[in-house]
């Protein structure tokens, strides 16, 4: 069983490119979640979503977008990388309700040179 | 708006002794309370969680953690770290009204000396 899966595991951007962090899950979570981890840091949430077509900002969404077509994938788009989203990125996903775990992927980290 | 403080950034214990991780969380109503542990290069993975009942939670690799209102605090404990144990430990509280987001604290590096 996959869980929470996240490709690529490692990429490194000039600043202004573009890229797309992507997040798949097979547990069929209602609930996903996109969060960055700086150095030293604990983590932040960046966006999530609560289903299919539905998406909402979390406390750092500056300079990300977000997409939730299907229940299983939650990509998150760079679209001008700038040095300062140099960071390892999380994604997770949960059931519905209050109190469910949120279970996370491997993480992704980025470097913006 | 809800906010966790983990107070120690880095611990260092020996093996085979009794460890104590500090949790302060601030929210408005009853929280829900986790514990994650990440190890290097790797994802988090729940430890333990309270949301009702017991106050004593206990969680795998012989984790518990007490949550005491009065103190709003959420401490994790262990009563024989193994080296295995060293690792990044996170305390998060949940906001059950905005889907589920967590909130993390700023975590604890725990070091285990042979």
């Known amino acids: 069983n996959a869980g929470v899966t996240q490709t690529p595991k490692f990429r490194i951007l000039k600043i202004g490119q573009s890229m797309t962090l992507q997040c798949t899950q097979d547990?069929?979570?209602?609930?996903m979640y996109w969060y960055r981890q700086d150095p030293g840091m604990g983590l932040k949430l960046i966006y999530y979503s609560v289903g299919a077509g539905i998406t909402d900002k979390g406390e750092v969404p500056n300079g990300y977008n977000v997409s939730r077509s299907t229940t299983e994938d939650f990509p998150l788009r760079l679209e001008l990388a700038a040095p300062s989203q140099t960071s390892v990125y999380f994604c997770?996903?949960?059931?519905?309700?209050?109190?469910?775990?949120?279970?996370f992927g491997p993480g992704t980290r980025l470097l913006v040179l | 708006a809800q906010s966790v403080t983990q107070p120690d950034i880095h611990i260092t214990v020996s093996e085979g002794a009794s460890l104590e991780l500090r949790c302060n969380y601030s929210?408005?109503?009853?929280?829900?309370l986790f514990w994650y542990v990440q190890s290097p290069g790797q994802g988090l993975q729940l430890l333990l969680k309270y949301f009702s009942g017991d106050t004593l939670v206990q969680g795998i690799k012989g984790f518990e953690a007490e949550f005491k209102r009065s103190q709003s605090s959420f401490n994790l404990r262990k009563p024989s770290v193994h080296w295995s144990d060293a690792a990044e430990y996170f305390c998060?509280?949940?906001?059950?009204?905005?889907?589920?987001?967590?909130?993390f604290g700023g975590g604890t590096r725990l070091m285990v000396k042979p």
């Open positions: 998060a509280v949940g906001d059950n009204n905005a889907g589920n987001m967590l909130t």
């Open positions: 547990m069929n979570h209602n609930y």
């Open positions: 929210y408005g109503a009853t929280p829900y």
């Open positions: 997770a996903s949960g059931q519905s309700g209050g109190g469910k775990t949120q279970y």
